[in-house]
């Protein structure tokens, strides 16, 4: 990989990494609703399930997935689908007086998953497959393509995590949570509806 892609392939993925998304509304919700530490399995799950689905895609289920428009498009329904059921759980979750009521974050296993559902994940993986794994040298270029997305991942999933804590630090009223709660839902639904536009 030349250095020229190898700097386009870095924009890509800070443009894509720390942009509102599903998987940055989701961190930031549960950030301010569980704190930092608590997250870190749903952060770590998201900053390195996603490389790993870039690896398989690029080498071996990409040449599928680019072939099957069937199997694209369920895909992209189905994930849009979980995503609008995701906000409408996000926009309800309780307030600062209903914390006591249960919940937890998102295991590790789980934000790893959510992967390989999420309609953005899949653009992004396609995207960054086609144009930076090239045909002479696939391993190598599928193994920098993921580690780059790896490192920029964890940094942008950290700070989505850090700036829904701190932004706990506001919401000490229930209604406050609330407007939070309905604009990370909101920023899914914007990120679902993108998606499903192209």
């Known amino acids: 990989m030349t250095p020229e892609a190898y700097y386009a392939l870095?924009?890509?993925?800070?443009?894509t990494l720390f942009t509102p998304g599903p998987n940055n509304a989701m961190l930031a919700a549960s950030g301010a609703r569980f704190g930092f530490w608590p997250t870190t399995p749903h952060m770590l799950?998201?900053?390195?399930?996603?490389p790993v689905m870039l690896l398989i895609v690029g080498l071996l289920l990409g040449e599928v997935f680019k072939s099957s428009a069937l199997l694209r498009e369920g895909l992209r329904w189905?994930?849009?689908?979980?995503?609008?059921?995701?906000?409408?759980?996000?926009?309800?979750a309780g307030g600062p007086s209903q914390k006591s009521s249960g919940g937890s974050p998102m295991t590790f296993v789980g934000a790893s998953a959510f992967?390989?559902?999420?309609p953005k994940g899949w653009s992004m993986a396609v995207?960054?497959?086609t144009q930076f794994i090239t045909p002479e040298r696939p391993v190598h270029t599928a193994v920098i393509v993921a580690a780059t997305f790896l490192?920029?991942?964890?940094?942008?999933?950290?700070?989505w995590v850090g700036l829904g804590q701190a932004i706990s630090r506001w919401l000490t009223t229930d209604g406050r949570q609330r407007v939070f709660n309905i604009t990370m839902a909101a920023?899914?639904?914007?990120?679902?509806?993108?998606?499903?536009?192209?």
């Open 187 to 198: 920023l899914i639904v914007l990120s679902v509806a993108a998606v499903i536009r192209h």
């Open 10 to 15: 870095i924009a890509l993925a800070v443009a």
């Open 151 to 159: 490192t920029f991942g964890l940094a942008s999933s950290a700070t």
């Open 127 to 129: 995207a960054a497959t």
């Open 115 to 118: 992967q390989w559902i999420n």
């Open 45 to 50: 799950g998201v900053a390195v399930g996603f």
């Open 78 to 92: 189905g994930g849009a689908a979980l995503l609008l059921w995701i906000a409408w759980k996000t926009a309800n």
